[in-house]
């Protein structure tokens, strides 16, 4: 994948943590509610991103209207109040000392500001490790833009349901997930947890380690009572970088599981013991 920068345009989309944009107030989100959907496309016919994101938005995207753009037209749109855009960028973590880059998918309100970091965030959902050869999270981005929109739609009714930890906030929905079938990759699963078995000792509620095809064909089906585990990280043994972990709902596009940690030789890039054992004891 080409990396999207905006660098030759003067914008950066190159987030530091804890630099992150304003969150939007009451009327910016009624905004956003009003406003047509510009979907950032990279400068490249063959872009892997630009294909992806593509089928998702037309496929899941209902919220508000929407046209996909380049980046000279976002540049140009970027500050008007009638326009939000979904955008691809690239976020360092202040904490993380091994330099590494995340992918983030932003869906952000126009606003008459100076600097692309003053745009208000709807949403920022981690997407991958942004040296990853292959979009590995191509096939759930429609399930992640699902997400995004019920974010919206929830901030529209309660705009206090914003803060810099605000995808934590869907914790509240962990207490659910013993009810519910989880979907996961075994490359996405801590190796002391990579069979149904070692599943089960921890946590004996509905879990199946599957391949790819089967969390499309539950995407694509909006399957009822399936989460789908979004694992983002590295995929090595970078001690002190991060991973996130993120369960998403494919019938209600419901978040019900934010957790991140630090890697290190006891906690490796992948969803872990600790996590099952949290979403165990709601029992």
Known sequence: MRRFFLFSLFISLFYFAGAQAPFPSADEIKQFMASKTCVVLEDDPFSAWNSFIKKAV?????????????????NKR?????????????THFERDKTGGLFNFINLIQGKKVSDLSDNPEICA????????????????????????QKHAQLIAREPSITGRRYLRYYNVNAP???????????????????????VKAIYPFPFKIVEEE???????????GILVLHKVG???????????????GTD????????????????????????????????
């Open 58 to 74: 037309t496929s899941f995207w209902t919220i508000t209207p929407y046209e996909f753009i380049d980046i000279v037209e976002f």
């Open 78 to 90: 970027r500050t008007d109040p009638s326009c939000s855009f979904i955008v691809l960028t690239q």
């Open 125 to 148: 959902v981690p997407l991958s490790f942004a040296e990853e050869d292959d979009i590995e999270y191509g096939y759930k981005l429609g399930l992640i833009l699902a997400f995004m």
């Open 176 to 198: 659910e997930v013993i009810n519910k079938t989880i979907l996961a990759k075994k490359e996405d699963l801590a190796p002391e947890i990579n069979t149904i078995d070692a």
């Open 214 to 224: 089967e969390i499309v064909k539950a995407i694509t089906e909006k399957a009822p």
């Open 234 to 248: 590295p995929g090595n043994t970078s001690t002190g970088s991060y991973c996130f972990k993120i369960l998403i």
């Open 252 to 283: 209600d596009s419901n978040m019900y599981y934010f957790g991140q940690h630090r890697i290190n030789k006891g906690n490796p890039d992948a969803f872990l013991s600790s996590d099952l054992q949290r979403l165990a004891r709601y029992k």
